[in-house]
């Protein structure tokens, strides 16, 4: 089996797995699954699938062609972790508004205070990700606040 990495037109690289038949083919059927945003395909090349970057971060792989290596785009993987953080920190909003509206259905002033200062706690989580000019994904892991206090 060989490994293949393909450039779209959107910027992204897209894997594919060549298990018989020729790479025209599979790129032919990679086409008819494809975005519209993703084509054409600007090129394709085998890959060792071995030492490949982290694929937690899969939309930030960047490919090298002149050194025929694939890295990550380090500004980019601190967005897609912060998207993921905003996502996580969703459930914790909701959770937040229904404790909210029984504080002030109870004219629970001190509940109230409280449940405003998690809530911009919340909001901030993302300041020190934001703020990061990371080194490496261990960087931006390390960042990452954990939520399990809310």
Request: hydrophobic residues 35%; aromatic residues 8%; charged residues 35%.
């Amino acid at each position: 089996m060989k490994s293949f990495i393909i450039k779209r037109s959107d910027g992204g690289i897209s894997l594919a797995e060549l298990h018989n038949g020729s790479i025209e083919s599979l790129i032919k059927e990679w086409e008819k699954c494809a975005k519209p945003s993703e084509l054409p395909v600007l090129y394709y090349r085998e890959i060792n699938r071995e030492g490949l970057p982290n694929s937690e971060f899969f939309d930030a792989w960047i490919d090298d062609v002149s050194t025929n290596t694939l890295s990550i785009n380090l500004d980019k993987a601190k967005d897609i972790q912060i998207a993921k953080l905003r996502g996580r920190r969703e459930f914790f909003f909701d959770k937040y508004d229904k404790m909210m509206h029984r504080a002030i259905d109870l004219e629970d002033e001190a509940e109230k205070v409280q449940i405003r200062i998690k809530k911009q706690k919340l909001r901030d989580c993302t300041e020190i990700l934001k703020s990061l000019i990371p080194n490496s994904i261990e960087d931006i892991k390390a960042a990452t606040p954990s939520l399990d206090e809310f």
